[in-house]
Every structure is written in C-alpha cells, then in structure tokens.
C-alpha cells in the first residue's frame, strides 16, 4: 500500500497532522516509537499540570484562613497524585487513539527510521517492515540534553541523577531534590516538589531565572519561589555529580550541596538520531530538521513540525506548525507566524508572556513603551488573592500605537495571555483594543487598564 503522507511521530505536532490529513481523506499512517501523544502528553505538559494542580490546592488549604476558611493538617499523598496523573494521561491518550480512528489514520507502533526513497515514494521502515509514502511529515520530538558533567553518567545509571521523564514517576518525594537548570520545567518541578516536602536547591547558569521570561516578571517568580523555600544559586555551574551530592562553582569558588535525587533540566534536543535523515540528504542544524515558513524541508514533498524543527519547544507552536504543514500539503497557502506565541510557566503564581519584552523591543530597534500595573487594579485579582504581587507589563509601539508584547504574573494569566495574541497578530491599534469590552469582575481586566494608561 502506498499512503499519502507518512507522520514520524505521534506527539502533538505529529497526531494533529495526521488528524487533519485524514479528516482531508489523505490516506495517512502515523508512527510513533513510544506512546501516542508524545512527551507532552506522556511526560510533560498534562502529567506536570496534574501534579502542579495538586501542589495549588495544597497551598490553597494550607492558607485557606485568610479567606475565612479551616481547613485542619492538610496534607498531600505523592502517591495519590501520581495514581491520578496516570488516570489523567491514559484519558487523553485514549481520546487521541479515537481521534485518529475517526479520521482513518493507521497507527503503527515502533521507531520510523528512513530508508530512502523509491519510484513510488518515500520508504520507512519499522522494525523488518516498509512502508511507502507519497509525502513525509517529521515529528520525532525532543528528547532531555545532558550536559557532559563529570559523574553525571553514573548518576543517570543509579538513578540518583533524573530527567523531566523520570521526575513525574517518583514513589516518593525526595527529601531533598537538587534541579540542574533554572528554566520552565525545571521550576514547575522545583514547585511541586517543595510544596510536596522537598528541600529544594535550584542551580542556574544564568543571573536569572525562567530563560527568557521579561526580567521584571522572573524576579517576583523567584522571590515568590523563596518564599516557598526553595533554594537559588544564580551564575552557577556545576561542575561535579557525586554519588550524595552536587558540586557547582560560583563567584570562583567550589561549592556543595546534599540531594537525595538530582533533576537534570538544562534544556532539549532534537530527537534526530536514528531518523535516517542522511538517506534522503535531509537538511540538519544541530540535529533539528530545518524547514522555511511553509514548514517544507530542502526535500521536495517533506515536512516537519513540533520540537524537531528547533524553532519554539511549545506544544502549541507544534499543533500550529501541524496544520500549516497539512495545508500546504493541501494546497492552501499558509504561514507559520512566531510573533505572537504565548508561553506560560504553570506554577502558583502563574507567569504568562507574549510577544516582544523591553530587551527584545531594544534589540529590534523598536522606538518602545512599557507600562507596569499592579495585579490588584483587577477587583476579582484583590478579593481571590491575599496579599499577593502580581503584576502586568505592556509593550507598546510609540511609533504606531499598537500593543506588541504582554507579560504578566498572578492568577489565571495561563487563560487570560490568549486574548492578547490576536491583538498582536492583527496588529491592533491602542484605539481599537480600548473599545473591546471586558466582562468584569475578572483578572483579564488588567489588559484594559493598562491599555488606558498609554
């Protein structure tokens, strides 16, 4: 049999592709080596979601006094929650298997590696059979990047060192958790752990934490994550695992510091490995598929999508890249845009941002504006939230007067940050989001206060 298309992969980008071409009547064959629903659903995004959702309840009963409420020796049970997590992803695994079943995509379990081509088509191989395809579509993902750390090896080996996978599958909580990396999963799991009972220590390469987050937004997150205490060390580098301990070198000194368990957290890479991307001359920058706008490869009739193009490691950029790729494929002429994808870090508060910070504005040329507002301008942000600090940032074009960046930490910014992406995608002016009505009392206020005080 020969398909139509061919998916390597069966994470977000690679099921929702697949999705879309069979709904179109392509006849599509979806691969994945794993589980369906790839990392995110497996072992990331939905697993760290369920576990963090606990964590916030947690915190809720644990404070609950200053709402009015008792609540006596609330406790979380690790194990509860992982049980939870598990019935949580199979749920949604099974409803992507019925998504594929009902658009008529063939599911094939195993590794999808590229043979090369033939006079019908593309040749992929799983295990001792081959299968042919007309187009390719490549969504193999991301697996963890482990830095070359003398000892780092041997901890993986004994399990004393653990990466984003392993950490959602503890039977019990560490007494004491060092994190290797300072960025989104790393914190999100730095979080749950010590509202779990943790003594958490963050090491960090940076000054900062959360990457690129807007700088204003990660110094209240990290002093929030204090609060918890949780432990930073900021212009870190470790330099040593040991068999009970991490060393780091900081302002030219060596440090140490116990940990019962060591997550490694210091970012991804594509999972390109084993592809056979050489038998077709597949165009790579350090391991990702390179692909232009339209998601096409340098190979006539492949495309990529998801964590393997290198371009945005988000679940939501790999379903946008997913149906770009199948509308091309259809046809249709579409883009994919990076100019407005929010990102989100989960914790309690949650940060949110999207679009241009004042860094990146500066870098950019861009003649820039910002205003900072206090959460509390919100009245649903003041009678939810005691006590807390939360803030929104806006980014505006002087020159046009148009809104090209929100950042914002506080309750629900992970819902509110969407309603911000068409007002930059449709490059609306300050005039025109004034007159858009915001339904009150809620948090997503803010964005209308701010916008007022341009």
Known sequence: MIYDLIVIGGGPGGYLASERAGAAGLKTLCIEKANVGGVCLNEGCIPSKTLLHAAKILDYAKNA????????????????????????????????????????????????????????????????????????????????????????????????????KEVLDLERVPESLVVI???????????????????????????????????????????????????FHLSAKVVKINQDSVEYEKDGKTESVKADKVLVSVGRKADTAALGAESIGLELNRGFVKTDRRMRTNVAGVYACGDVTGEMLLAHVAYRQAEVCINNILGKNDVMRYNAVPSVIYTNPEVAGIGETEKTAKDKGIDAEAVVLSMRYSGRYVAEVEQGNGICKLIVDKKNQRLIGVHMIGSYASEIIYGVAPMIECEMRLEDIKQIIFPHPTVSEIIREGIFEF
């Open 181 to 231: 990396g300072g960025g989104v999963i790393g914190l999100e799991m730095a979080s749950y752990y010590r509202s779990a009972g943790s003594n958490v220590t963050v090491i960090e390469m940076l000054d900062h934490i959360a990457g690129n987050t807007d700088k204003d937004i990660s110094d209240i997150l990290m002093k929030e994550y204090e609060k918890k205490g949780i432990v």
């Open 65 to 164: 006094k200053k709402y009015g409420v008792s609540v006596e020796n609330a406790t979380l049970d690790h194990a509860a929650v992982i049980k939870r997590k598990e019935k949580v992803v199979r749920t949604l695994v099974a409803g992507v298997k019925a998504k594929l079943k009902q658009n008529n995509v063939e599911l094939v379990n195993g590794s999808g590696v590229i043979k090369g081509r033939s006079e019908n088509g593309f040749v992929v191989a799983v295990a001792d059979q081959e299968y042919t395809g007309q187009r390719l579509l490549i969504a193999t993902g991301s697996v963890p990047a482990i830095p070359p750390i003398p000892g780092m090896k041997e901890g993986l080996q004994s399990g004393f060192c653990i990466t984003s």
